[in-house]
């Protein structure tokens, strides 16, 4: 199925670092989301957009709603150990009828934070 | 946020045997909840979307008669992987949408079919 493009795919950071990480899409969202998930667990819900130019912070996370509704970017600040696992982003049109709330994933960037 | 469950949260099981994993939303209702297949190192691959009351919608390429999902309320889907083999052995993750179309997600399982 569509995927969005999702970058880096995966980076190596040292402790204490400033992370970016940013997905395109050839379409446009309605919401962009963006998940962490951690080996042989489901993904955590981090930050929710649901409007075009929304800026969004949680703790350390800022994420933003690109204003062509065809890109976000996730940042974290500061990063620590346990930042470590794979961040995924994910768009949804609601389009209605059996397209409803469905999610088209990035293929995932994979953060390694060193101490 | 809201909690979504999964159980089992690993089973092995016998070629030819059918397996029932349970998805759960604890604290809200979902009247639309997803399933989802995970190979190692790869992204979420999208099977079927199970809405209460009505027929899973299943995505191209997934077998409905394989794989039965039935969502008898608005906080229970259960997902079947009938007559299991081998390349059925998968990590299995379901969500539950939230409002409008925020999914969370549960905490997976581990199907090993040997």
């Known amino acids: 199925g569509q995927q969005l493009n999702q970058s880096p795919q995966s980076m190596f950071i040292q402790e204490g670092e400033d992370v970016s990480m940013n997905c395109t899409s050839s379409s446009i969202f309605n919401t962009w989301l963006w998940y962490k998930q951690d080996p042989g667990e489901g993904p955590v819900l981090l930050i929710a957009l649901y409007k075009a130019g929304e800026l969004t912070s949680n703790g350390r996370l800022t994420a933003q709603f690109g204003i062509t509704r065809k890109d976000s970017f996730l940042n974290i600040s500061a990063s620590i150990p346990s930042d470590v696992g794979i961040y995924f982003c994910a768009g949804s049109l609601n389009a209605g009828g059996t397209s409803y709330g469905k999610l088209t994933f990035g293929q995932g960037t994979i953060l390694t934070v060193h101490p | 946020g809201a909690v979504v469950s999964q159980h089992p949260s690993w089973v092995i099981c016998k070629s030819g045997t059918s397996v029932k994993i349970e998805c759960r939303s604890l604290d809200f209702q979902a009247t639309t909840m997803f399933w989802y297949r995970q190979f190692p190192k790869q992204s979420l691959m999208l099977m079927a979307t199970s809405n209460e009351g009505s027929k899973a919608t299943y995505e191209q390429g997934v077998e409905k008669d394989k794989f039965l999902i039935n969502h008898a309320s608005l906080t229970l889907s259960t997902l079947t992987v009938t007559s299991a083999h081998p390349e059925d052995s998968s990590f299995y993750i379901c969500?539950?949408?939230?409002?409008?179309?925020?999914?969370?997600f549960g905490p997976g399982t581990r199907l090993t079919v040997l």
């Open positions: 969500s539950a949408v939230q409002g409008v179309n925020t999914q969370y």
